[in-house]
């Protein structure tokens, strides 16, 4: 037991919730929540994670202090809050387990995350340039080392420039990446990830029903991707689909939708498909079987799929039923040994975690080595581009950097540079623009027209969870195998539509945050914990992004009066997601729940929109920069040049004038590509 007072709670307040945790997560022939260590989680929580959570649980203590019914509590939203944060450390064992790395909770509900056998962590050594040792001047920027970033740098090097990557992020170990089911980018449970930029330093203003909130990185309304070296494809789920010709023409397709500003792209599938082969073939993508959306691919896929989860033959079987077509997942993801990487292991952690062997293709593992092989590319971490620099004519002529050092001091320098490839996702893209105003463009770079930050989207998902009366979860991953596309276009009146796949293997957490969430077993108690054990692997969840219909009123701004760590004004989101993808989601969640009610689902839950009064941003944001052929309406050309600056490109999914009823990161892939390709002067 800690001292009094060391993490903020008094001896009674830990009793209270010690009683509370014994409550919600009671002994039987595995501890509770208590035995576990709740009370020293809770402590550990508000005085290394969330600080700011402190008012909250001191709440939810008061009112489990003089309500001792766990019914009661649960009745309270702080009280309900709290015991949800109780059980879900227990399930994930927090990393801090006095039981070591195999929790009883993971005994207890049958789960393993090495159901394939044991594996030694690898990674792929990357050297990194310290600030102090920066030239003063590169041919090209890069800002941002993800999908976008770090394909543009390997073509750009290797055409013969020097390129400097700048990386808000660091580059964390794998095996720090691979330990915690709570702090992780995949997550719920609100708990800063590792992969997070300065959680507590960079707040942005999230605008919900026309009211402006401050949050953090780990809250929902943040909007958040991973921050690090190769950004979210370093823990990423590595589907690798691509977009369809329809999802390039959808205003031509369906018309707009009144209150939406739905457009077509100013290129074509035929436009991108070169690229799209060049991505599958370079990064690596595994997967079999024939979208009913897109032709044949010109060259095939250099792997094949991946074994199917235990579950998959079920889903095909029921999808035959219904006369519906399947394929396998095209995945980022080696099946078998390709191109110096081991072939995939099958953890049961994929998504949300670091591949602990490397078969998972990120920009970290395939294009950032090559480009930095080439000897002409320097990796900068743990460093923000504040702006874009002009000269007197308002021309771009390098960028200025700030990053914070080990004591805290504030470090700032310019870098000059030919060409500016910007690469930092569709809410820090437009931010940067925006904060990069001068006298020639007041209200941001390339902003004259007010369209930097307009038409942000993401993806809503849609999807049912169903519970079998027989294990149905066999725990070798990645999970994501099976799919149907049938649904993503041509469906009566609907605009768009999307995909739909079994899930990746769950952690424990992430499993009682589905379940309690569906209604499927009760949140807390005996009952709950019983429940827990019964349903963990006899659940099975169909899920898919949804095609969105964009609005102008959804969009980024940067806040006037909120300030980063730097000084610097932080993103304001605002807006909501149009009624038609409120129609979507329903529609494609009744499909996932048809699909898993044929293969023997025995209760049913659907999900619903849930962000329908905020705007839709998170994993797949994209749109808030679009290519486009008028000025007008648009921030970049067709080759991603900001309109008015012919030496600064947009590599990243901000350019995406639609998004695509798939995960989106092998068309940011391809579309980097085609783009750094043309400034290479690289013809294909």
């Not at 997070?196 to 943040?222: C, H, K, M, Y």
């Amino acid at each position: 037991m800690e001292e009094e007072g060391a993490y903020s709670l008094s001896a009674q307040e830990r009793s209270i919730l010690g009683r509370l945790a014994e409550l919600a997560v009671p002994r039987d022939e595995f501890p509770s929540a208590a035995d576990v260590g709740a009370v020293a989680f809770v402590e550990r929580v508000l005085a290394e994670d969330r600080p700011d959570w402190r008012p909250r649980v001191l709440r939810a203590l008061e009112v489990a202090g003089a309500e001792p019914d766990l019914d009661a509590v649960l009745a309270d939203s702080d009280g309900a809050w709290l015991v949800r944060l109780v059980a879900q450390g227990f399930y994930a064992g927090d990393g801090h387990s006095p039981y070591g790395e195999r929790p009883p909770a993971w005994e207890m509900v049958g789960w393993r995350p090495d159901a394939a056998g044991t594996w030694e962590t690898t990674q792929t050594e990357l050297t990194v340039t310290p600030r102090s040792a920066l030239a003063g001047r590169y041919d090209c920027v890069i800002i941002g080392s993800g999908a976008g970033g770090g394909a543009a740098a390997q073509v750009l090097a290797e055409s013969g420039r020097s390129v400097l990557v700048v990386e808000t992020g660091c580059y964390p170990s794998t095996e720090s990446l691979t330990r915690d089911h709570l702090r992780n980018p995949r997550s719920t449970v609100g708990l800063p990830a590792f992969t997070d930029p300065d959680p507590q330093g960079r707040p942005r203003v999230s605008v919900v029903d026309g009211e402006a909130q401050i949050v953090l990185p780990p809250d929902g309304g943040w909007g958040n991707n991973a921050f690090t070296v190769g950004g979210g494809t370093r823990v990423y789920g590595a589907q690798a689909w691509r977009f369809a010709p329809r999802d390039f023409t959808m205003a031509s397709t369906y018309g707009v939708p009144e209150g939406s500003a739905l457009a077509d792209w100013p290129i074509t599938y035929a436009d991108l498909e070169p690229y799209y082969s060049l991505a599958e073939q370079r990064f690596g993508v595994s997967g079999g079987g024939v979208d009913p959306w897109h032709d044949s691919r010109s060259i095939p896929l250099p792997m094949p799929p991946l074994p199917r989860s235990g579950s998959a033959q079920r889903l095909v079987d029921a999808a035959d039923r219904l006369g519906w077509g399947t394929l396998d997942v095209p995945l980022l993801i080696n099946s078998v040994d390709y191109q110096g990487r081991s072939g995939c292991v099958r953890c049961g952690q994929c998504v949300g975690f670091a591949c602990p062997v490397d078969a998972k293709a990120g920009t970290h593992n395939t294009a950032l080595p090559a480009a930095l092989a080439t000897g002409l590319c320097t990796l900068v971490t743990e460093t923000t581009a504040e702006r874009l620099v002009t000269d007197a004519r308002g021309r771009v002529t390098g960028v200025a950097l700030v990053a914070a050092d080990a004591d805290g001091r504030i470090w700032r320098r310019t870098v000059d540079c030919a060409e500016v490839v910007v690469a930092a996702g569709a809410t820090e893209t437009p931010r940067l623009l925006l904060n990069s105003a001068h006298d020639h463009e007041p209200r941001g770079l390339g902003n004259n027209r007010d369209q930097v930050g307009r038409y942000l989207q993401a993806h809503v998902y849609a999807g049912a969870a169903g519970a079998f009366d027989d294990e149905v979860v066999d725990l070798l991953g990645p999970g994501v195998s099976i799919a149907t596309c049938d649904f993503r276009h041509g469906n009566d009146g609907i605009v768009g539509g999307g995909m739909l796949a079994n899930e990746f293997v769950a952690t424990p957490a992430s499993t009682y945050d589905y379940l309690t969430g569906a209604g499927l077993i009760p949140p807390a108690g005996a009952a709950g914990k019983q429940a827990m054990r019964r349903e963990a692997l006899r659940t099975l969840r169909v899920v898919g992004p949804i095609q969105e219909v964009t609005s102008a009123e959804s969009r980024v701004r940067v806040d006037p009066e909120v300030t980063d760590r730097f000084g610097n004004a932080v993103v304001r989101i605002s807006g909501s997601i149009h009624p038609e993808d409120v129609r979507t989601q329903a529609y494609m969640s009744d499909k996932a729940r048809q699909w898993l009610v044929e293969a023997g689902a025995a209760r049913t839950a659907v999900g619903g929109a849930g962000t329908a009064r905020r705007a839709s941003v998170g994993q797949h944001q994209a749109g808030t920069c679009r290519m486009g052929d008028d000025p007008a309406r648009s921030v970049t050309d067709p080759y991603g040049r900001v309109w008015g600056h012919e030496n600064v490109r947009i590599v990243d999914g901000s350019v995406h004038v639609t998004n695509g009823g798939v995960n989106p990161v092998l068309t940011i892939l391809a579309g980097s590509l085609r783009i750094a390709e043309h400034l290479a002067g690289v013809t294909r």
